[in-house]
């Protein structure tokens, strides 16, 4: 609705406006797509895995987008950057390991995998938006290991 009906889309922009990215003016965001990622992602694994899959690109994407786009550092694609890739491996990495001490958690190892996993596909150039598949193909490959 915010894409199409003017008063919506009008007081949208005024009120999130700074929090999107100039193609997100005309197009979904990105946290629809992170939205509508975790959704599918919670319909396809158990509770443990989509906590983690969910929680690694959540914390992961939110420090890859401050440090990447404010601290200049060599792109290893058209909009990814070094320094915001490995932002996002160390803060899933950290949430892999405060993951570990809730109850009934996956195994470290499972979720040090899971998090090396996302921060992998979040730097690859995949034809899909990362917001949408990262949690989706993370909770693959933690499923395939159990």
Not at 97 to 123: H, N
Not at 133 to 146: D, E, Y
């Amino acid at each position: 609705m915010r894409l199409h009906i003017n008063g919506i889309k009008e007081g949208f922009i005024i009120f999130f406006g700074s929090f999107l990215r100039r193609q997100e003016l005309t197009r979904l965001s990105g946290a629809t797509y992170l939205l509508l990622g975790c959704l599918v992602t919670s319909l396809l694994f158990k509770r443990s895995v989509v906590i983690a899959a969910c929680t690694f690109v959540i914390v992961g994407d939110t420090f890859a987008a401050l440090i990447g786009q404010n601290i200049k550092s060599p792109k290893i694609s058209a909009n990814k950057t070094l320094l915001g890739s490995l932002s996002f491996l160390i803060t899933a990495l950290l949430s892999a390991i405060g993951l570990s001490l809730l109850p009934d958690a996956l195994p470290i190892f499972l979720l040090i995998i899971g998090a090396v996993s996302a921060a992998v596909l979040e730097a690859l150039p995949l034809p899909w938006n990362d917001n949408f598949s990262v949690p989706i193909l993370t909770g693959i490959v933690m499923s395939v290991i159990i």
